[in-house]
């Protein structure tokens, strides 16, 4: 996947994304909330459509996006503490 990073002054990051299938996607970061843009087959500067996510429902995405959720690395991670601990 391409991603291109931006500074939008007086704004904040937007995000540009193409995948691998030529997909166009960016995420526009700003204070407290993050947009969703996708891009149909037309004209690739204009968004088809523009999804505004507030802080939290941002964090539930990325959550749903990692390969294992978070719960996941935790108990992942409470079992290495746990075997370190344990050696000792």
Do not use: K, W, Y
Request: proline residues 3%.
């Amino acid at each position: 996947m391409e991603v291109v990073r931006n500074t939008v002054p007086g704004v904040g990051m937007v995000h540009e994304f193409i995948t691998r299938r030529g997909q166009q996607f960016s995420v526009l970061v700003e204070d407290g909330t993050r947009s969703l843009f996708t891009f149909g087959s037309g004209d690739p500067d204009s968004p088809a459509q523009a999804i505004t996510l507030d802080q939290d429902e941002a964090d539930l995405l990325a959550d749903v996006l990692h390969s294992r959720s978070i719960s996941d690395r935790l108990a992942q991670l409470e079992r290495t503490v746990a075997a370190v601990v344990a050696r000792r």
